[in-house]
């Protein structure tokens, strides 16, 4: 499958049109951004890494029961995708309390919540992806209440699957993004998961091993990344 028309270009990915109009590539670029765009970057190799990661998890959710749009990893830097109708959304879930959730209501950092959270943000970069509720979601026409609940209850799910395969690999999942698409009636897990889109700290230490080091210049940034890159594609 060759890449046509180029459709997009996002701050950590491109992605293009191909021969086939129900399948998409996307190439994982190394550009970080931090704080929508405030802070930028690069990170060596990142795009290379995340592909990896991003590759080996979504094929891990299909093999527990979760629809994605992954078809199947073409090269080192790009993934062969069912085209999407992106939902406006970004779905957060909470384990531990990390980033903006101990910036707005105070929880110490490093909190363990009992219940997951589960946060609903709007997918508009020139708004910072305000946090919104369901009812917010549904007034402003980026989904309706059916398709919220089938994304909680869907990032539930997966939270439960990647929460079990980070701590085989001694890693603690503390947060993470995740952004569904529509596809022929059906709702489907898009975008990429890893360093970028979760927080991951090492199960013994606490360690940061994600984008927390560029976010806050925490050093390492590049070794953070290949360390999980290692614990998940190299500890099966
Ligand atoms: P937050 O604590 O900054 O709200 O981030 C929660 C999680 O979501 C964290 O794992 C990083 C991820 N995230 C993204 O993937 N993209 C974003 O634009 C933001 C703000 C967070």
């Known amino acids: 499958m060759k890449k046509t028309t180029q459709l997009y270009e996002g701050k950590a990915k491109k992605v293009f049109l191909t021969s086939d109009s129900d399948l998409v590539i996307q ?20 795009g290379v890494v995340n592909n990896a990661i991003s590759c080996k998890l979504f094929t891990l959710l299909e093999s527990n029961g979760v629809r994605t749009h992954l078809v199947e990893k073409l090269s080192d830097r790009e993934m ?26 105070g929880f110490a950092e490093g909190t363990l919540l009992e219940t997951p959270i589960v946060e609903l943000y709007l997918k508009d970069d ?15 026409g980026v989904a309706t209440y059916e398709e919220i609940a089938v994304l909680k209850s869907r990032a539930e799910a997966i939270n439960l699957v990647l929460r079990k395969f980070f701590a085989d690999r001694k890693l603690k999942l503390v947060d993470f993004k995740l952004e569904f698409g529509r596809n022929k009636g059906e709702i489907l897990l898009g975008d990429e998961i890893s360093p970028d889109t979760c927080r991951l700290w090492d199960l013994d230490t606490n360690e940061k091993l994600d984008k927390d080091r560029f976010r806050f210049d925490l050093g390492g940034v590049e070794d953070a990344y290949s360390e999980v890159q290692r614990r998940v594609l190299e500890l099966d």
């Open 80 to 105: 062969l995708c069912r085209y999407l109708d992106i939902i406006k959304v970004e779905v957060v879930v909470r384990n531990i309390a990390a980033g903006s959730l101990v910036k707005r209501y």
């Open 126 to 140: 020139d708004l910072d992806d305000p946090l919104m509720n369901d009812s917010h979601a549904v007034a402003l």
């Open 27 to 46: 190439e994982f670029k190394d550009d970080a951004t931090a704080f929508n765009n405030k802070k930028k970057g690069s990170i060596a190799e990142k």
